[in-house]
């Protein structure tokens, strides 16, 4: 299979499985197969899985098959036609199993796709596999290696889809944010990261950790393929923004947590911020409310082990000695905590969302750290989710840009974050940004 | 076996079938089998379900062995213990199938217990059957009769867990709402339906209708029973209350859309105002801010058509030609809908919601209209949700008091609302409201 293939790929000077989506439709366009574009992607998988683990299900002839018949009769045009993409293994594919990191799903099949699956696959795209994700999109890590160095976490719990992102073995990739899911990973395997407005993707066919929290996002390694998956799967987008017309306004949010920001990060945010001023965008500091401080806590520690004790009654009632000590723990102390304790998490949010206008009032969005740092060593781990953490509490859109480096050589991103529901324009923001940054990275 | 549990069941005057959850927690105390239960159910489905058909799956050998396994060794002094309960047939159970109401899930199960029917089971439950529901929980009607008159229509979308438990075949049931799909039921079918405040009760295992509004909710013949399973599915819910220690305020709200209601439900709103005001609660008319007109229109035309496009893009993908037209046009609308409307039905939701504070200010809850009138005749609609949308898109808890009886003697139904979270206190409320209206009933 792979030897005709080879054999029929157009001559290009970069291979299929290293251009973007945008580009990727483009040499579609012209000719391109999207036979050839997949091999290439599981010929990068044959040469790198072994190294990145970042697949859980992958049936390459399966994959193929969905390519030629696009190749043969698909309607061409669609926004996605042709173009591989990658699924968290938490989001319900009809033609594949679904087995949310746990072997308590070893083999599950759900039998029809997620909402954000099904809308891909209606707009052109191949459902290429399955990535690793951490058991039930916790913390309790896959085998995903970061495709920088293997001996480093890859972040999660969206490991395989970062990693599989990050190594050219796929443009696109589906991943859902409940802590720091999506842009964690993004920021330590150096791709962009998108975590739209809460609600924005559809979450039917997700497995739910904590719904007020959940939300499913993108990995790619262009602003604009980001776009492309976001029109899709936000069904009647307008048209993509053409742009700033202006120099963003930039909020500088170093956010509560500051103090838990290493030399890197902070080198990152401080580096973006003064070339983003020289540039001409203004940059102010941003300080957030006072009672802001807590919603680490209430995300994280109350809304996320209550709720997630919920979701899991069932895996609870009949298995939990399969279930992970770590997960185990949290969903002992969902299951005990008072509901008023939960209340008062879901209240903080709420208070803390009425008060964005306020924070955004000035600003088109806030420049602010994404990680603490470079992707620690080790695998048993998937670093610190609290700078994401209080993003997705808030519901605002946020991305990661894979913008500088650390001490080890490993990526080290930059968030932006914007007002709830202007998730276009924190993308035209982040274009402009990517602009500026890009050149000298 | 039905032969053996009636030897077994110990006399009483009322059929154990007639009794509430809690009258049964009582009788089990005292030595009842759970199997004389659940056999009093089902020699009551034996006898009926040719005229109410409420049930789109029943294993009677099944239930009967949940039953005895209870008896035999179950925890007793578990809240729910040895109590059946009806579950909507879009709420996924490990051991019977979900076949949504439609063709296309004929057979289908999901292998794992829905969070709600989990808590349920591990509360000492026995799941009795799966109940008839609109297609997906739409509009399109299951065979569902009312069983006060097999001529009109029980409501939907929650049919059979309505008359089911209006019927005497189960003491609970388990409905959602999107619109009106828990209150309206209810209130046709003459029993208490209770819709929590938005995510009260954990929707994993839920088929989503529209994520934004789906709320997981209760049909019982008391409100006690109400509390007893709100607490279950509440997790670490606090104690019951008990009760108010004070007359309630009450306010009045005839709500925008008071010329629909017919002179049935305007005589039973009017009727239960003087009432309670005569029992020394002050009532005092409210009027909704004027945005709040628009709401059922936000909540039924634009978010639920929007999420519905989305939460079903794999049927349209795969099976359209499948789908009821009325459920078709609906997700036509929706995949067609520009974003931007959506986001402004989403904005004017959150925009009511922060001004329930000043709605509520100076009452405990607001007696308002439940329905237009009683069950309309014919099966082929479930009648008009528009009494119920606007509390389900505002998310605060709301109850069905199955008060009066309009000119067929049908029941019409008066519905009270309470603040976001104040589920307890409207429950609080219903029985003080209850007490005063049921000896005139």
């Known amino acids: 299979m792979r030897a005709s293939s080879v054999k029929a790929k157009p001559s290009t000077r970069v291979p299929l499985n290293r251009l973007t989506a945008a580009e990727l439709t483009q040499s579609i366009a012209r000719g391109t197969k999207s036979e050839d574009v997949v091999s290439a992607c599981l010929e990068r998988i044959d040469d790198r899985e072994k190294h990145v683990h970042a697949w859980a299900f992958l049936d390459r002839e399966h994959a193929l098959k969905q390519a030629r018949a696009l190749d043969r009769s698909g309607p061409r045009g669609q926004p996605l036609f042709g173009i591989p993409i990658g699924v968290k293994d938490v989001i319900d594919t009809a033609d594949m199993p679904t087995q949310m990191g746990s072997s308590l799903y070893q083999g599950h099949r759900s039998g029809s796709d997620a909402a954000c699956v099904a809308l891909a696959r209606a707009a052109g795209a191949v459902i290429l596999g399955k990535t690793v994700t951490c058991e039930f999109a916790g913390m309790s890590p896959g085998p995903t290696t970061n495709p920088h160095n293997k001996a480093h976490t890859p972040g999660g719990s969206s ?46 066919g997700m497995f739910p950790a904590a719904e007020s929290l959940d939300t499913i996002g993108v990995f790619a390694r262009s602003i604009a393929d980001i776009e492309i998956l976001s029109t899709v799967l936000e069904l009647g987008a307008e048209s993509p923004a053409a742009g700033l017309d202006r120099r963003p306004r930039i909020g500088l949010c170093r956010t509560p947590m500051w103090e838990k920001a290493q030399p890197e990060t902070v080198a990152a945010v401080e ?12 940059i102010t500091p941003v300080t957030l409310p006072d009672s802001f401080a807590e919603l680490r806590h209430a995300a994280r520690e109350t809304i996320n082990n209550y709720e997630r004790a919920g979701a899991m009654a069932d895996e609870w009632n009949t298995n939990r000695e399969s279930i992970s000590p770590v997960l185990r723990k949290r969903i002992e102390i969902g299951s005990r905590m008072p509901r008023s304790e939960y209340l008062q998490g879901l209240r903080l949010g709420e208070e803390c969302r009425a008060k964005l206008p306020q924070v955004f009032a000035d600003f088109d969005a806030l420049l602010a750290p994404c990680v603490n740092g470079e992707a620690p060593r080790g695998l048993q781990a998937t670093g610190d989710p609290s700078f994401q953490t209080i993003w997705t509490i808030l519901h605002t859109p946020s991305i990661a840009l894979p913008t500088h480096r650390g001490p080890h050589g490993l990526p080290v991103g930059i968030q932006l974050v914007a007002p709830r529901y202007a998730d276009r324009q924190l993308l035209a923001c982040a274009q402009w940004v990517w602009d500026i940054l890009s050149p000298t990275i």
Not at 170 to 199: E, H, N, W, Y
Not at 271 to 282: D, S, T, V, Y
Request: aromatic share 10%.
């Open 159 to 204: 490991s395989g889809s970062a990693a599989a992102v990050a190594d050219f073995m796929v443009p696109l990739a589906l991943g859902t944010q409940t802590g720091g899911s999506v842009l964690r990973p993004a920021s330590f395997c150096g791709v962009f990261g998108f975590k739209p407005t809460f609600g924005a993707f559809n979450r039917r």
């Open 271 to 282: 580096n973006a911020a003064e070339q983003l001023e020289r540039a001409g965008a203004p």
